[in-house]
């Protein structure tokens, strides 16, 4: 199955700066890559993704870059605000050939502190 | 919150106890998942089903069964055979369409403690 390594496990930015979160996925295959921000004690939100078509995508503050080449895709969090403040996860199709259909697999997370 | 609805919110369960988490949908999503997240981890994938009647195993299917009886709901049962169940427990859902599928949504989640 696919394996994803999330870097680093924890980021402190001051507030207004830019924030970046990496993820390296193994499995040349995988076409579809979600962004989810988790707040403590709640569920999962999708916040951006992207398909292996494209290599960038952005939404006002917040974009994605995927590097099908090197295997790895990043979040971009630009002019960041204390609501930023969360956990993080990348993922990545379990197996590509499902696409997602059948499940994902998520990095460790990333806990992003926007210090004020 | 997404249509998708998880109970109880918390659950305490003694040793040697099967307990049922119960998930529903009401976005008419095809697919459903449950997932295990324990702390400073990412989500692991339990169980996952594509249609009613008819689910596969995920990465840590062990000491844990589900059904699929109807399109809305896809409860999972914590068996006695799974040895370290204390965890948040998320279930979620999706379109699958000929474009691939679709953003997978989660429940609220059930916090499942072991006393």
């Known amino acids: 199955g696919e394996n994803v390594e999330q870097h680093p496990s924890t980021l402190s930015v001051q507030e207004g700066d830019s924030a970046v979160i990496k993820c390296t996925y193994s499995?040349?295959?995988?076409?579809?890559f979600p962004w989810y921000k988790q707040e403590l004690g709640k569920r999962p939100q999708l916040i951006i993704d992207?398909?292996?078509?494209?290599g960038e995508k952005k939404d006002q503050r917040i974009a994605v870059t995927l590097n099908k080449t090197a295997k790895h895709f990043s979040l971009h969090i630009t002019e960041t605000q204390p609501e930023d403040s969360a956990v993080y996860f990348c993922?990545?199709?379990?197996?590509?050939?499902?696409?997602?259909?059948?499940?994902?697999?998520f990095g460790k997370g990333t806990h992003l502190i926007i210090q004020p | 919150d997404g249509g998708i609805t998880q109970s109880p919110k918390y659950l305490f369960r003694k040793e040697g106890q099967n307990v049922t988490l119960s998930c529903e949908q009401n976005?008419?999503?095809?697919?459903m998942y449950w997932y295990r997240q324990d702390p400073g981890q990412g989500l692991r994938l339990i169980y996952y089903?594509?249609?009613?009647?008819?689910?596969q195993k995920g990465d840590i299917a062990e000491g844990y069964s589900v059904s699929r009886e109807k399109k809305e709901s896809f409860p999972l049962t914590v068996t006695s055979a799974q040895k370290n169940p204390t965890a948040f427990y998320l279930c979620?859902?999706?379109?699958?369409?000929?474009?691939?599928?679709?953003?997978?949504?989660f429940g609220p989640g059930t916090r499942l403690t072991v006393l």
């Open positions: 993922a990545a199709p379990n197996s590509p050939s499902g696409g997602g259909a059948d499940g994902l697999t």
């Open positions: 499995d040349s295959a995988s076409n579809y």
């Open positions: 992207i398909r292996s078509n494209v």
């Open positions: 976005l008419n999503h095809d697919a």
């Open positions: 089903s594509q249609i009613v009647n008819d689910f």
């Open positions: 979620a859902s999706n379109f699958l369409g000929a474009g691939g599928p679709g953003e997978q949504f």
